[in-house]
């Protein structure tokens, strides 16, 4: 009974660490979907519109929510409005998330997060984003970004206002 106890010791033990490193593989890819996010912000605030290209699938789906006077409104459109529209923006936009959540599973993952938006420096709105992001032959790019906006007077994110 010791050495089958043994045995079964010596197979299981070396199973011990695979776990280990599945995890740290797991955060190292969920922390490169992050930087993704990350980048696709970036790319807004510099009004980089090949930056942004560079985040997204080719075609990428753009879909927002907001109250209107006449009910909840939803706007569709590709990344390709959006990239042209940086071109000719004349104000800054910074949009700012915090504690993200991330789904992955393989060469998919889900990216929720709430988040606000200033033009200018001037708050514009909270929101929730959703980002769903697909891993390519040249990394993580993302295939649509559905959003809320939500008019508000001040900033539900922790860090407060932007300094």
Known sequence: MKMLLLVLVFLVLPLAGLADITTSELAKEKAAVLAVVQQ?????????????????????QVTAGRLTESGYALRQRS??????????AKEVWLERMWSPTVHLNGRIAVVWTRYDFHRDGKLSHNGTDCFTLLKTDTGWKIACLAYSAEPATQTENPAGPPQ
Do not use: K, N, Y
């Not at 519109?49 to 699938?57: H, I, K, S, V, W």
């Not at 990344?79 to 000719?88: F, K, M, R, S, W």
């Open 40 to 60: 696709f912000f970036d790319a807004l605030h510099t009004r980089d519109g090949e930056g942004l290209r560079a985040t997204c699938q080719p075609g990428a």
């Open 79 to 88: 990344i390709e409005v959006d990239i042209a529209q940086l071109a000719t």
